[in-house]
C-alpha cells in the first residue's frame, strides 16, 4: 500500500492534490474496519474547510435555525433533549451570543449566561439548510471515500457554543463519518460489546436512537455500577480530521471551543433493513405502552426530534411496511434466513445515508430521498490489512492513549510489531444488530438493570425490559418466523 500511494505521487500533475487514499481504498477502509478512527489529509482541498460560523453567517443571512439550549452543570445526570430548552435564532445572533458582544443583550439568546449555559444547532440538514444555495452542496466531497455523487445534500450541520454535547447514544442505523471544520470535539466512543454496560433505554424516544442513562462523563458509580466496567475509546477531533464511527459504536460528543462546527454523513448498512423492523417494533410497543400510562405533567418521553406520537394503526402499517420491504430485500439478494438464536448474514452496502424517521405516513417512510437511489457502487479492491499510519489512526482505549488527542503517536505506532499495519477485520461479513444484543443488559443479572432494587415497577421499567434491543431482535425473528408459515 505505501509503495502504490507513493507512485500515485510521482504520477500527479503539477498542483494537483493527492489523497493518502484513492476513493476505492477509502471505502473498502470504511467497510471493513470495526473500530473508529480518524482520518488525516483527506479534505485538504474541500471548499466546506471555510465554513467557519462568520462565513455561514453571511451565506445564511437572516435564516433562523432552531437551537438546544442546555446548562454547562448539570450534575451525574445526562442532559436528554427533552430537558433543554430551544430558541430560534440567527447565525449571526449565535455569533454575537458565543462572542459576548452588546448587541446579545436584547436577542433570543439574552436569558441565558454563556458562562452558564451551551448552545447547540444539531442536526441540521445542509439539504433544507442551503435550498436557496444548493451550489454549495459541491463543497462537501464525500466522494473521495468511494461515494461518487455524496456531497453536501446527504449531509448534517452542527455548530455549538462551550460545553455543547450529545447525549450518549447508539445509532440503530449505518455508519459515520465526521469532518470537523472549526473548533474542536471530545468523541467519547464506546463498544457495542459494552452496551450492558451504558444501561441503555428508549427513553426519551427518538426512532434510531438508543440512549443512555450515564453521564458518562461524570457517571453516577452507585446508580450504574457496571459502567465502570466499560472501555471508553477518546480522541480530540480537530479541523481538517475526519472521525470513522463503526455501527452501533456509543459516543458522547462535546464542544471544547467557544464555537464549533462539523459536518457529518451516514452511510447505510445492508443490515439496516432489518434494523428498520426493529425500530418500527419498538416504535408500536412504546406508544402503545406510553399512550396508556398515566404522565405526569412534567414527564416527557418523546425526543423532540419526533413530530408526534403515531396511531396504533399507523404504527402497524408501518410495522408492515418495514418487514415486507426487509423481506424484499432478502430474496433480492438471496440472504438466508437465520433462525433465532443464530447472527449471521451476507454483507453487501448501499450508498445512502441515515435517514431518521420524521413522516408519520407509513407509506412514505419508505420512500428514500431523490438522491439517495441512483448512487453508483464502486467495486473495491480489497485490502488485506488497513494501512494504519501518517494519515489514518485508531481511536484507542484511553487506557492505551499516548497522547492528548487521544490518537496514537504515530513514531511510537511504527515501532509496534506489525509496522504501521492493522489486520483487516470482518471481510464479506458485517456484524447485525443480533451480534451487538447479547453484550445489551442481561436480565437475569440484577445488576445490569437501574434501579432493580426499587420495590415497585413502573412503567419505564418495563420498558427498559420490553424495548430491550435483545428481546426486539428475538421478536423479529420470531415474527418473521410467523411470515414464512403462512
Known amino acids: 500500500m505505501a509503495q502504490e500511494s507513493a507512485g500515485a505521487m510521482d504520477l500527479s500533475q503539477p498542483g494537483e492534490v493527492v489523497k493518502p487514499f484513492t476513493p476505492e481504498e477509502a471505502k473498502e477502509i470504511v467497510m471493513s474496519m470495526q473500530k473508529p478512527a480518524v482520518f488525516y489529509n483527506m479534505a485538504s482541498d474541500w471548499p466546506a474547510l471555510h465554513w467557519n460560523v462568520t462565513y455561514l453567517a453571511k451565506l445564511l443571512t437572516g435564516k433562523r435555525i432552531l437551537f438546544r439550549v442546555g446548562m454547562k452543570d448539570t450534575g451525574t445526570a445526562p442532559q436528554f433533549e427533552t430537558e433543554c430548552s430551544y430558541v430560534e435564532a440567527t447565525l449571526e445572533e449565535f455569533l454575537a451570543w458565543s462572542l459576548r458582544e452588546p448587541s446579545c443583550s436584547s436577542g433570543p439568546f439574552s436569558g441565558y449566561d454563556s458562562c452558564k449555559y451551551w448552545t447547540y444547532a444539531d442536526y441540521k440538514y445542509i439539504a433544507k439548510l442551503f435550498e436557496d444555495n444548493p451550489e454549495q452542496f459541491k463543497d462537501v466531497r464525500w466522494s473521495d471515500f468511494g461515494f461518487p455523487g455524496r456531497d453536501g445534500r446527504e449531509s448534517t450541520l452542527w455548530v455549538g457554543s462551550l460545553g455543547a454535547n450529545t447525549p450518549c447514544h447508539l445509532d440503530s442505523y449505518g455508519c459515520n463519518l465526521v469532518l470537523q471544520l472549526q473548533g474542536r470535539k471530545r468523541w467519547h466512543l464506546y463498544p457495542p460489546e459494552d452496551s450492558s454496560f451504558l444501561y441503555p433505554t428508549r427513553i426519551p424516544y427518538e426512532e434510531s436512537s438508543v440512549f443512555s442513562k450515564v453521564n458518562v462523563v461524570n457517571p453516577d458509580l452507585k446508580l450504574f455500577p457496571q459502567f465502570k466496567k466499560a472501555q471508553a475509546h477518546t480522541v480530540t477531533l480537530n479541523p481538517g480530521q475526519i472521525l470513522f464511527v463503526p455501527r452501533h459504536w456509543w459516543h458522547y460528543v462535546?464542544?471544547?471551543?467557544?464555537?464549533?462546527?462539523?459536518?457529518?454523513?451516514?452511510?447505510?448498512?445492508?443490515?439496516?433493513?432489518?434494523?428498520?423492523?426493529?425500530?418500527?417494533?419498538?416504535?408500536?410497543?412504546?406508544?402503545?405502552?406510553?399512550?396508556?400510562?398515566?404522565?405526569?405533567?412534567?414527564?416527557?418521553?418523546?425526543?423532540?426530534?419526533?413530530?408526534?406520537?403515531?396511531?396504533?394503526?399507523?404504527?402497524?402499517?408501518?410495522?408492515?411496511?418495514?418487514?415486507?420491504?426487509?423481506?424484499?430485500?432478502?430474496?433480492?439478494?438471496?440472504?438466508?434466513?437465520?433462525?433465532?438464536?443464530?447472527?449471521?448474514?451476507?454483507?453487501?452496502?448501499?450508498?445512502?445515508?441515515?435517514?431518521?424517521?420524521?413522516?408519520?405516513?407509513?407509506?412514505?417512510?419508505?420512500?428514500?430521498?431523490?438522491?439517495?437511489?441512483?448512487?453508483?457502487?464502486?467495486?473495491?479492491?480489497?485490502?488485506?490489512?488497513?494501512p494504519f499510519g501518517q494519515n489514518l489512526f485508531k481511536v484507542l482505549p484511553q487506557s492505551q492513549q499516548t497522547n492528548p488527542t487521544g490518537t496514537t503517536d504515530y513514531k511510537a505506532f511504527l515501532s509496534e510489531t506489525e509496522g504501521h499495519f492493522g489486520e483487516l477485520h470482518c471481510t464479506g461479513t458485517t456484524s447485525v444488530l443480533n451480534n451487538d444484543s447479547a453484550a445489551f443488559v442481561d436480565l437475569k443479572d440484577p445488576g445490569g438493570i437501574a434501579g432493580s432494587t426499587q420495590a415497585v415497577i413502573c412503567t419505564n421499567d418495563l420498558l427498559d425490559c420490553v424495548l430491550n434491543p435483545q428481546v426486539i431482535s428475538l421478536m423479529v425473528q420470531l415474527l418473521l418466523e410467523r411470515v414464512r408459515l403462512v
Not at 426493529?278 to 402503545?288: G, H, K, S, V, Y
Request: net charge negative; aromatic share 6%; with cysteine.
Open 254 to 386: 462535546e464542544s471544547l471551543d467557544p464555537i464549533t462546527v462539523s459536518i457529518n454523513s451516514w452511510i447505510e448498512l445492508d443490515t439496516d433493513h432489518e434494523a428498520r423492523v426493529e425500530e418500527a417494533i419498538t416504535r408500536t410497543l412504546i406508544c402503545a405502552i406510553k399512550s396508556a400510562d398515566r404522565l405526569s405533567a412534567s414527564e416527557s418521553w418523546l425526543n423532540p426530534t419526533e413530530i408526534e406520537v403515531t396511531s396504533h394503526e399507523t404504527n402497524l402499517q408501518y410495522l408492515n411496511a418495514a418487514m415486507s420491504a426487509y423481506l424484499e430485500y432478502q430474496k433480492i439478494n438471496k440472504i438466508e434466513h437465520r433462525v433465532p438464536g443464530t447472527h449471521k448474514t451476507e454483507r453487501t452496502f448501499e450508498d445512502s445515508h441515515k435517514r431518521k424517521k420524521v413522516q408519520v405516513n407509513a407509506e412514505e417512510s419508505f420512500k428514500l430521498m431523490p438522491y439517495e437511489s441512483n448512487l453508483a457502487v464502486i467495486k473495491t479492491k480489497k485490502l488485506e490489512k488497513i
